[in-house]
Every structure is written in C-alpha cells, then in structure tokens.
C-alpha cells in the first residue's frame, strides 16, 4: 500500500537527541493514527487524530509529541527516549474514525533504534 | 486477559498444504474483524473486513471467515510468497480502536 508513506525508515539516535518521524497519507483520509509496535506484542495505539484533532493519547509518555498540521500530515516529535523505545513507528490512516469505513491502512514504518 | 488471541504463533507448511489460522475474541459487541498481512520490516497490509457472524471473504489462496467467537483465515494451496505473519484485529462496539493479536508467523517451504 503506497497510499501512506514515513520517513525515515530508519533511525538510530541518542537518548539526549530528537528527532522527528514524518507520515503522509494520499488516501483522501480524515483520520491517522501512530503505532508502535514491539516484538512479540501486539500493536500498540499511542495517538488518534481526527479532523486534525487530537482525540486519544493512549498514555503515552510525554517523551513522544505527535503533531498533525493537516488531514494529511502527522507527526512524532521525539525527545530524551529510552532504550526500551526502540520499535517498528507505524502511521495508518482511515476514512473517518467512525463513518463505518473505518478500515486502516498502513505505512512501512520507522524502524527506531535508541542507544 | 487478552481480548484477541491467536493461535498458532507460528506455523510451518510444505508448498500446497493448506490449513488454517485461528483467531479468536472477547470483546462483546463486535463492530468489525480485521486480518492484515505483514512482511518483515513493512507495514501490516489489510486484507479483510468481516462484520457479522457467518460472513466470509475470499482472496486468491486466502479465504476468512467469521463466527460469534472466533474468526479463521484458511489458507488453500499456499505458496512460499505467502509466507508473512498474519494479524487479526478487532473493532468494538462504538469504539473505533483497533485491538490486535500478537499475530501469527506463517513459513511456507518450497
């Protein structure tokens, strides 16, 4: 699926570093969404906008920013991680958060590696 | 309790061996049932939506179906390409949140 990309696919940073991941979406969608996910656990939801508008944090620490300037722009701020932070950052995109087309679509992922 | 559970975590076939994934759910009121395909490294690629019980898709070697508990995806012939783990994900009720399965690794042997 092409229509949601991120960049970068890789990254390697410092615990006193930040960066930022990029995801776009060219699916005409209203809603994105950041994931992460581990090895040997299921995806884990962090962060839903809707209409550009934040409507969960899944109590994700404050460590990670996600900003969302438009329907089809979002992003995550990174700062001061943890090693324990390292994980595949997956972005999905759907029509609408409860339109009853609600299938995501995602993108490749950054693969996040933090020493 | 996990609310979506899978099962095997891994499965092993020959080339033209078919047999089926399991995934089975807690939640009460099911809004929707996901299976997604991932290959190592990329992101989960969605392969279907069912919605209600006695439901079933097809999509080349794959075919899904669903029941009031559990949701199985056969596999029919499959090829080494098929080869991908396998995630399921459950929508509830009038919450729009995806709850995934830890997800199923699938090799398939020339």
């Known amino acids: 699926e092409t229509g949601v990309t991120q960049t970068p696919r890789h990254l390697v940073m410092g615990m006193t570093n930040k960066k930022s991941l990029k995801c776009e979406q060219h699916l005409g969608h209203n809603a994105m969404y950041w994931y992460k996910q581990s090895a040997k656990k299921p995806l884990e939801l962090m962060f839903v906008?809707?209409?550009?508008?934040?409507?969960e944090n899944n109590s994700v620490p404050s460590r990670f920013s996600p900003e969302c300037p438009n329907s089809s722009h979002l992003f995550l701020h990174l700062h001061t991680l943890q090693p324990e932070d390292s994980a595949l950052y997956l972005c999905?995109?759907?029509?609408?958060?409860?339109?009853?087309?609600?299938?995501?679509?995602f993108g490749p992922g950054t693969r996040l590696l933090v020493l | 309790e996990d609310q979506v559970t899978q099962s095997p975590e891994a499965l092993r076939l020959q080339e033209g061996e078919s047999s089926s994934l399991n995934c089975s759910y807690t939640v009460s009121g099911l809004r929707g049932l996901f299976w997604y395909r991932q290959d190592p490294g990329k992101g989960p690629e969605f392969l279907f939506t069912l919605y209600s019980a006695g439901e079933e898709k097809e999509k080349e070697r794959l075919k899904a179906t669903l029941t009031k508990k559990e949701s199985f995806l056969h596999i029919t012939a499959p090829k080494p390409e098929d080869s991908a783990t396998y995630l399921c994900a459950v929508q509830e009720g009038s919450n729009y949140k995806l709850t995934f399965g830890k997800g199923t690794l699938l090799t398939v042997n020339p």
């Open positions: 906008y809707n209409f550009k508008e934040q409507t």
């Open positions: 999905a995109s759907s029509q609408e958060r409860t339109s009853g087309q609600e299938t995501q679509y």
